[in-house]
């Protein structure tokens, strides 16, 4: 069950929306969107455009979603230490450049209300604290968060949003994050693979786990962010739940935990949109030449603090 503690910083005069299963009216374009780019690949084979600088023009999407009153929901999990080192920093960064000019209800999974609470958060928008459960092994906490959000979706988010997106909180904004990225399904590029070949993957090969992927998939994406309608999140992350369940029955777990359940999903379910890796960009790569702009970034990684006693 969980347990909800609203922050109301804005956007109070907004009514929940009426809970529909129909999906909202995703805004069409073209594959290679307003613009393209001949330095890197725009669009993938089954026509869902990849998003990168310089291929879009940011007034036409807002122009179009504002037609549409979108509503937009973040969902991130700040447990244990990760409250206190990434989660101010990380909502400072997304009120000035995630969905700008546009309604966004923060969704913050926490261990402990009370913590969140005190916590001296400025901004305009509106933040509902959601309380879950601690757990010793953050590879437990990295995977139960889709039954969380599955959950979440049902009983909270599905009646006040119209996109949701899922991100880890120990990330940063750095620049526009905005309606470019909304559509039905949407997955990231992962930067450590979108360059590489296939067999550089690490997709999850063991045939006794529901994430084996054995010669296939199509790229490689990151869990570290994903979204679309609140019905398609929802549909993802119930169905990746229910392949850790099914992990667990068989006493097995998948490679890269969460993420190698959302690849073997994203194979099956072709996502209709695909963000390039400026969407959550690693420093410690270096320059790109093809990279030209960091929208999302990690914060310095504290793990001897962040991965106490999660």
């Not at 880890?168 to 360059?195: C, I």
């Not at 992927?213 to 549909?235: I, K, P």
């Not at 190698?260 to 790109?288: A, M, Q």
Request: aromatic letters at 16%; a positive charge.
């Amino acid at each position: 069950i969980l347990k909800t503690f609203l922050f109301n910083r804005g956007y109070s005069h907004l009514a929940p929306s009426p809970s529909s299963e129909s999906a909202p009216t995703t805004f069409k374009v073209a594959c290679c969107c307003c613009r393209s780019r001949k330095d890197v690949q725009t669009c993938t084979h089954w026509k869902a455009p990849i998003i990168w600088e310089g291929t879009f023009n940011p007034e036409y999407y807002n122009k179009e979603y504002r037609k549409q009153n979108v509503i937009i929901g973040l969902t991130v999990f700040a447990v244990g230490n990760y409250l206190d080192l990434y989660l101010k920093n990380f909502l400072a960064t997304a009120d000035e450049f995630f969905m700008p000019g546009f309604p966004v209800i923060y969704y913050v999974f926490v261990d402990d209300l009370a913590k969140l609470q005190a916590l001296e958060l400025s901004g305009h928008r509106e933040v509902t604290g959601l309380q879950v459960e601690r757990h010793e092994r953050w590879q437990d906490v990295s995977m139960l968060r889709m039954e969380t959000i599955s959950r979440a979706i049902e009983t909270h988010i599905r009646h006040q949003v119209t996109y949701v997106f899922c991100f880890d909180v120990d990330q940063q904004f750095k620049g526009r994050f905005g309606t470019e990225a909304l559509g039905e399904l949407v997955g990231l590029l992962h930067a450590w693979y979108y360059r590489r070949p296939q067999y550089f993957y690490t997709y999850d090969h063991n045939p006794r786990s529901a994430a084996n992927l054995d010669n296939s998939g199509d790229f490689y994406y990151h869990a570290a962010v994903f979204g679309g309608t609140w019905q398609q999140v929802r549909n993802l992350t119930e169905s990746c739940y229910q392949a850790i369940l099914q992990d667990k029955r068989n006493k097995v777990e998948a490679r890269w935990h969460d993420e190698s359940h959302l690849n073997k999903y994203f194979w099956l379910h072709k996502p209709t949109r695909v963000l390039s890796p400026e969407y959550c960009w690693d420093e410690s790569i270096g320059w790109r030449r093809d990279i030209h702009v960091h929208r999302v970034t990690w914060a310095k990684k504290q793990y001897r603090l962040s991965r106490v006693n999660v």
